[in-house]
């Protein structure tokens, strides 16, 4: 059932197995399971989303090069929009909430030492998990087409496929 998805969009599944294992380690971390008191799953939660941004920005880059080149891109969009919805709230949010985290130690981070740098990784894990759900939205997203579709070609609809 999972094995054709995991064949037929890699990519999907390396990056959910990816949150899944930094999503596991971090709620072992807060749960005290390590020594460290949690400290570095937190970071780990906080600054993985910006590895996953770089990955998608080159999925991204890579899909839109390979619309610029197709012979009708507005209809290819138009013809998915909810999937079109989807893949550019995945690019905005993982993209961007390591960019405002980031912006968010630059601006502040100097002016906070103690408690208050804690609560700036607070928030660099609230957009990290932002991030995360909205990387595991579009997962879901691909696991439900694919299954409509993979009596037909596997992956392709109509032609259509701009995300391969």
Known sequence: ???????????????????????????????????????????????????????????ALLAGSRLARADDPGSRLRSRPFYTAIRVLEVVATIGAPGAFYLLIVEVGSEVAGPGAIGLLLYGVGFGLLAFGAVVLRTVVEYYDHRQNRSTSGHIRDGNDISE
């Open 1 to 59: 059932m999972v094995q054709p998805f995991v064949r037929t969009k890699p990519l999907q599944a390396l990056k959910l197995g990816a949150i899944l294992g930094v999503l596991g380690f971090g709620i072992a971390g807060v749960a005290g399971l390590f020594p460290d008191g949690g400290l570095d799953s937190l970071l780990i939660l906080a600054f993985f989303p910006m590895v996953l941004a770089l990955v998608i920005g080159a999925e």
